[in-house]
């Protein structure tokens, strides 16, 4: 695999150094992406709440018809 150098790095516009972020990220399979202790204990969290969050949400229905009201 050829790597790219530094300078070829900050001779790509923003935009396609944006695009290959992108491709990388696309690129790694998720279940082989390493947590940190932090970021599994606060998974957890979030996982153990999302049902009692989910409780009081707001409909997609609701959320659009409070918006519209609010900015017609």
Do not use: F, Y
Not at 43 to 63: F, I, Y
Request: overall charge negative.
């Amino acid at each position: 695999m050829e790597l790219l150098s530094p300078d070829e790095i900050v001779r790509l516009s923003a935009s396609e150094r944006l695009a290959l972020i992108a491709q990388l990220w696309d690129s790694l399979e998720q279940e082989k992406l390493p947590l940190t202790h932090a970021q599994e204990t606060e998974l957890e969290h979030r996982l153990s709440t999302l049902e009692e969050d989910r409780s009081e949400g707001v409909t997609w229905a609701a959320l659009k018809a409070e918006l519209e009201q609010r900015c017609p």
